[in-house]
């Protein structure tokens, strides 16, 4: 029997698929990140199952011993709290491993934050980019800001309702324009979206939400991710030591970049 990798609801308990239910159901072992959350989306649906909790401080031991009941030919069914187990949640190291020892391993989709994050925002666009939990620490999260000036996509990310506050505000200064949306307890009964400027989004979480968040990141203006790789240039011959103008010029003659844009934007 192959490893049955099943998603479960990201907050309502009515978000599950009847394929998911029926194999939790039918499973002579259900691994899961919590069994009491588990088991409570259990009980929701009638369903009794034997319940093993595997988590990122277990993952070693619990490998060791699934592999072989699953080359035995036993049924596991594997869950996280929420979502798909492997998208920021335990899961991925025992689906490669059961990957290299052969296993085949089935895929049971469902809810997903971050694509409910995408649409309720209406910033959609062609393509995204799921960066997890957002970096901790002020110079990480410069550091992916400054990543982002030359990124056309939407970006998605976690991020703790603790850190939310102190995200925001590095993001509104580093991007005031760039378009935010906040998605609180998606599917809950209190989801709240708030969209925005950075700037806008940041004053309305000067504290601590409550809740899990994602943060969707709306795409760079069309200057901004043509300009970026070419301010960065001029940056870095300003810190070697050019003039700015001259910094501005050859950057502008390698680029096609204006002159007078690049000077004035890297002030």
Not at 93 to 104: C, D, V, Y
Not at 242 to 264: D, H, K, M, P, W
Request: net charge positive.
């Amino acid at each position: 029997m192959p490893l049955a990798v099943c998603a479960t609801p990201i907050g309502n308990l009515e978000d599950v698929t009847l394929r998911v239910l029926r194999e939790l159901a039918e499973a002579e072992l259900v691994l899961c990140e919590d069994t009491r959350h588990t088991g409570k989306l259990l009980g929701r649906h009638g369903i009794r199952a034997r319940l093993l909790s595997y988590h990122e401080h277990n993952e070693a031991a619990r490998i060791a011993g699934v592999l072989p009941r699953l080359k035995a030919g036993e049924r596991i069914a594997l869950v996280s709290d929420a979502g798909l187990p492997a998208v920021s949640d335990p899961g991925a190291r025992l689906i490669a491993a059961a990957i290299e020892a052969g296993m085949p391993v089935t895929v049971l989709p469902g809810p997903s934050a971050v694509e409910s994050a995408l649409v309720a925002s209406g910033l959609v666009g062609e393509r995204y980019q799921f960066v997890g939990y957002l970096p901790r620490g002020e110079r990480a999260l410069r550091a992916l800001w400054k990543e982002l000036r030359a990124w056309p996509q939407v970006v998605v990310a976690f991020e703790s309702p603790r850190r939310l506050p102190a995200s925001l505000a590095s993001l509104a200064e580093a991007h005031p324009a760039r378009p935010v949306a906040v998605c609180r307890e998606l599917t809950k009964r209190f989801e709240e979206v708030v969209r925005g400027s950075a700037a806008e989004v940041s004053k309305r979480y000067s504290e601590a939400p409550k809740g899990e968040i994602t943060v969707v990141v709306g795409s760079a203006p069309a200057v901004e991710f043509e300009d970026g790789p070419a301010l960065e240039a001029v940056a870095e011959l300003v810190a070697a030591g050019v003039g700015r103008r001259r910094a501005a010029e050859i950057v502008s003659r390698l680029t096609g970049v204006a002159r007078n844009r690049l000077y004035r934007t890297s002030l």
